[in-house]
């Protein structure tokens, strides 16, 4: 099993920023990859972003790119999304996942076994 403790939500103005972070534990093997998906009221959850704790290896949303940066502590389990510019669209309940296989889309959600309980971000205009 893998737990996954998630820390940094908030209310921000837009054009701000906010950072959050994601520490796994419970396993002894590093997880293959984190990442984070996104909820707003009334849609579809929809992925955010995504590394691999080996290589750094990041992928990101087209909605995303340029203002959201990924990054992980290996040593320590943990990932961080460094969100910038965040714009009022960018609302949603931000969950962190972790996958422990390789192989399959990294966007889509049935891929990853382990989910955190979600951390509110909200940006007001």
């Known amino acids: 099993q893998v737990q996954l403790v998630e820390s940094g939500g908030g209310l921000v103005q837009a054009g701000g920023s906010l950072r959050l972070s994601c520490a796994a534990s419970?396993?002894?093997?590093?997880?293959?990859?984190m990442g984070w998906f996104r909820q707003a009221p009334g849609k579809e959850r929809e992925f955010v972003a995504s590394?691999?704790?080996?290589?750094?290896?990041?992928n990101y949303a087209d909605s995303v790119k340029g203002r959201f940066t990924i990054s992980r502590d290996s040593a320590k389990n943990t990932e961080y999304l460094q969100m910038n510019s965040l714009k009022p669209e960018d609302t949603a309940v931000y969950s962190c996942?972790?996958?422990?296989?390789?192989?399959?889309?990294?966007?889509?959600?049935?891929?990853?076994?382990?989910w955190g309980q979600g951390t509110q971000v909200t940006v007001s205009s």
């Open positions: 419970g396993r002894t093997s590093r997880p293959y990859a």
């Open positions: 590394i691999t704790m080996n290589y750094g290896l990041a």
């Open positions: 996942v972790a996958r422990t296989s390789s192989g399959g889309i990294y966007y889509d959600p049935l891929r990853y076994g382990y």
